[in-house]
Every structure is written in structure tokens, then in C-alpha cells.
């Protein structure tokens, strides 16, 4: 670990003006690991990772590359190769001197590069389309026509700004899938930046989430989702209902809130500085409310909801309240259980404590 | 009646084109090569032959000022490309908003004035008794008046001076279009400045070089007033041969030869010119 992993970096700042875009940034990334960068746009993501590729310097700290300090070294003398957002493929040389640029670059000779090439696309699964020009592939294709141009320098950090984005839905599914597999394959350390949270979920062995220059949270995405350590996180990986209410109690590592419609529901302490009588904020997810009717599992919490809608979107599908002027979602039992919600009618939420998490005001 | 109405707009489009066309360049060639191959046998008779196209070939003077023109229209040409190049790429890629639109300016305003007031212009700084010549005389770096006008190289910098513009145009459309990423990428994947430059920025821009190349070499080829006055009267450029042949000898017949023949070494070289950069007109010019 630490001088050793394939990417370490300590203390990284980078200042436009007096906004410093990425602002003390501390990252450890072993070998072999698909490492996400997750963030809405403007937290800085992007800086960060032209800071790791080389086209720009950081102000203060430390850049490491398996134990190489790479703050003086320009792009292309870095073994980081990079995949663009709109992926960059040289349009006037054809998919295979797009691959073979770098090699060409290397020096290594026209036969080895012949077969280097052939071998790259036959393992992102393009076979044979050496002679093609980029302008004729698919969005699929081209995009893994970028991923061999890169993965073909075997580098020891593939860095991936968005490639996704610009692909349709269904096929983005599927890419993220592919992603991950390539980067088994392969077995190099990829940092994936991305603004959908659900690309770096499914992909990652480590996320993490960045907001105005700084990480909030670096975690395995089931700890990222189970365990949030912000609101922000909470709010922001996955879909979360947020409840504000009054702190009544703190008790056995269980907070108890007034919500503003009066009801008292509990929660587990997701952060230290908790005062009785102040604001706070309890964080459940959709999935975790249950409609209960009447007969309520002994320890949960409940409370009264009216309807506004429902939501059908298949095993997604979920209903819509409202509790004290507050917006609720609740997931919809799978089996079609649920009892018909009309607009107005109310219902009781009912969960879990140690499912929900309670941050104070202050911490927002 | 619709089509009728169509067909009529049609041809009213098409008027003032077909008009420019057939008067302007079409009937003035076809004439030009009728009398190119006339031959005058005495002052009322004429008759058919390649005579005028003989002579051309056989008197040395013709064909090397015509090989010279050439020769020196490619050269400027490279130069003001080479010239034009980094022009364009500050303005296109590096200059932002209130900049780029001053640079440009100051590229379009030497074109204000006409060719003679800007040929002129050079002269003031290059004569004997010129702005340079007494600056050196002041600076103690030379004894007695300098003449820079009237050479090869006086001719070529008010010729790549007249072409600049030309050029820059051109390879300013073409570079603003480039993705920034693209350039990126080439370093990225282990290229220098040198090989980015070669295999990514060149090849990209080349439709913007080939279009800025083959209007800079068509007006130099066939520009009079910059070769003669920089020149002098030993400039020897293919132009004035013409001129001289239709307005001092009053040999059209001659005249015509040589003007069929310039039109044959413009379009020969843009062909070439095109064959080797592997672009097409209709890519360049669209």
C-alpha cells in the first residue's frame, strides 16, 4: 500500500483564481482495482483527472505513479493513457493506426505492431476491422476501439473521463457490464470518473464521491449505499428520502426525531455532533419503508403519509406521499400485494431504525 | 404550371452564373485558344498552325521565364504557408473572444487598400533612399544606401505578403473545428510536439492547406503588378511576357499561346497538387 499501490496521491490542489477546483485531495488506488470518481459536473472531477493524466500541474502535493513521483512528468512521458469523453479517435487514420499510434510512438516494429493490434481488438471483441475508419463504426464499437487504443500500451493507469455518456441508454447498460469485464481481463487499474451514480456502482471496487473539490466518502460501493458518512453521500448515491425534524433523544446509537407533522420516529446516529433540540435530518431509502396497515413489527418506527401518486416503472415502481409538506417515496411491493393507493387516501410508512441514518443540521 | 414556374425561378437563379461563366471565362479562353493557333502569314491573311507554340518552345527565354514563374509561384506558395500556419493556429486555437477578432482584423486590413497602394507600401520600406535603408545607414551597419527592391527575394515577400490572408483563412476554418482532445490524445499516446503535429494536426487540417495553397499559388501565378514593380524590369515573370505580347508587340496570336499555356501550368500543378495530398476538389473547395 501507499508508495506501492499503482496510483497514490497526497495533498493535491489545483486553484483557477480563488475557486481551487480540486482542494486537498488524498487518494490511494492498489493495483489491478476499477476506482471511480463519482460527482456532479463542476465538483471538479475533470481537473482531477487531467491533473493524474498530465495536462495540467497541481498547485501543491504529490502525484504518484507505482512509486514514481510524476508532478515534472509531461503526458507523454507518463504510463497513464487516457480515454476521452467524446473518445478522440484520430478521424483521418484508420482504426488500426488509431491502435497503432502509441506503438508506433514505442518504436516497436511493423510486424509486432501488426499482431499487437490484431490481438487488442480481437480481445475487445472487433476482430478484423483494422482497415475500417472510425467514422463507420458504432457508438459501441468506437468506444472500444478507444478502450484497445489505450489498453494495446498495457499502462499502469487507464484513466476514463465519461466514455459512457454519450451512448444510448440500453447500450450504456450494456458498455458498463463490458467495462468491468475488460478491466478483469486486462487486469489494469482503471479511474473512471463519472457523474451517474449508477456506473460507478456497478463497476467499482472503490468509489469515491466528490463534491466541491473534495472527497466526502471513499468506500466500496455496498458501504458507499449501506453506510453513508454525508448527507450529501446519502442524498446523492441512490435515491434516499430525507425526513427534517426535531432531535428528541439519542439512545443506544438510535436518535428519535419529531418530525413537523409530530410523529416520533427513530433512526440509527450516522455522525458525531448531535444536540437534543436542534435540526437534524433522517435519511431512509425507498425499499427500506414497508406499507404497513395497521399491524407494525415490534421496534420499528412508522408514520402517516398521504398519497399523491403512484409510480409504475416495473420492479421500480413506487408510490409517492407526502408527510408534513414532505416528499416520500416508497417501493412498492414486488408482488403486487400492495393494496390500491388512490390519490389522498392515507397510509402508514413504517421501517427499520438501523436502516435509517440521522445527520445533524449542521453537517448538510 | 407548378413545374413551369419552378423551371422559370430555376433558370433565373442560374442566369447571372451561366452569364459569368460563358462571357467571363468560357468565351475569352475559347477565343484565346482559336488565336493561339492562328498564324499571321501576311498583314491580311491568316493561317492554322502551332507556330506561336514553337516558338515558345524553341526561344529559351520563353520557357525559362515560364519554369522561373513557376518554380517561384510553388516556393512562395510553401512560404506563405509555412508562414500562415502559426498565424492560424494562434488564432484559431490559442486567441479568445476579443483577441481573435483584432488578429483577424489586423490579417484583413492590408486588404483595404488596393494591390498597387499595398506594393507601394513595400517599396517605401525596401528603395535605396527607404525607411530600412536609413535605418541601417543611421544604426552604422551600412555605408552608402541599401537597395533591397528589384530581386528575387523583394518579389517574393510582396508576393507572400498579397497571399497571407489567403491562406490563413482557410487554415483558421479548418483548425477551429479540431477538437482540443484530439491533440490531447496525441500526447497522451506517447507522441512529441513533432509527431502530433505530423500525424494529427497536418492531416487534419490538410483540406484548409490544400484550398489556402491552391488560391495563394493561382494568384501569385498570375499576378503582374507585385512582380513587376518589386522586380523591376528583369523580374521576368510569366505575366508580363503576355503583357508584353499583347500590348507592346501586339502579337495576340503570340500572347494567346502563352496565356493557354500558363492556364495549362496552373492546372496541371493543382491537379498534382491535389493527387498528392490525396484530397479532392469538391473536399477543399466545399
Known sequence: MGMDSDLFCEGLVRRFGSNAAVD??????????????????????????????????????DIHIRGQRMNQVPPNKRPVNMVFQHLALFPTMSVGDNIGYGLKRRKVPVAQRRKRIARVLEQVGLPGLENRDPGELSGGQRQRVALARCLVLEPTLLLLDEPLGALDLKLREQMKVELKHLQKQFG???????????????????????????FDQVAPPEELYRE?????????????????????????????????????????????ELEIGSRAGLYIRPESLVLSGDALTS??????????????????SRVEAENGGQPVFARLPQDGSAPRLSTGSTIRLAWDPALARVFGADNL | MRSSASRLSLWLLLTPFLLWIVLLVLLPHLQMLRVSFQVRESWDTLAWGLHQYQNFFTESYYWRTFVRTGVMSLFTTFLTLIIAFPIAWYIARLARGRARGILFMACLIPFWASELVRTYGWMILLRESGVFSSWLQALGWADGPVEMLYNDVAVIIGLVYNGLLFMVVPLVTTLDGMDENLVEAG???????????????????????????????????????????????????????????????????????????LLVLSSVIVWLGLKISGQSLRKVMG
Open chain 1, 24 to 61: 486537498h485531495i488524498s487518494l490511494d488506488v492498489p493495483a489491478g482495482t476499477f476506482f471511480s470518481i463519482l460527482g456532479p459536473s463542476g465538483c471538479g472531477k475533470t481537473t482531477l483527472l487531467r491533473l493524474l493524466a498530465g495536462f495540467d500541474r497541481p498547485d501543491e502535493g
Open chain 1, 299 to 316: 421496534g420499528f418506527s412508522a408514520m402517516q403519509a398521504n398519497v399523491r401518486t403512484t409510480l409504475f416503472d416495473g420492479a421500480n
Open chain 2, 187 to 261: 500526447y497522451d499516446l506517447g507522441g512529441s510536439h513533432g509527431t502530433v503535429l505530423r500525424e494529427i494536426v497536418v492531416p487534419w487540417a490538410m483540406p484548409g492547406i490544400v484550398s489556402g495553397c491552391i488560391v495563394v499559388f493561382m494568384l501569385t501565378l498570375g499576378s503582374y503588378l507585385t512582380p513587376v514593380l518589386m522586380g523591376g524590369k528583369d523580374s521576368a515573370w510569366f505575366t508580363e511576357q503576355i503583357f508584353t505580347q499583347f500590348i507592346t508587340r501586339f502579337n495576340w496570336e503570340q500572347g494567346a499561346a502563352l496565356g493557354v499555356l
Open chain 1, 228 to 272: 453513508p458518512a454525508t448527507p450529501f453521500v446519502a442524498g446523492f448515491v441512490g435515491d434516499n428520502n430525507r425526513l427534517a425534524g426535531e432531535l428528541v433523544a439519542v439512545r443506544d446509537n438510535l436518535a428519535e426525531l419529531r418530525l413537523d407533522d409530530g410523529s416520533l420516529v427513530r433512526g440509527r446516529v450516522a455522525s458525531g
Open chain 1, 188 to 214: 489494469t487499474t482503471f479511474v473512471y470518473i463519472t457523474h451517474d451514480q449508477s456506473e460507478a456502482m456497478v463497476m467499482s471496487d472503490q468509489v469515491a464521491v466528490m463534491r466541491e473539490g473534495r
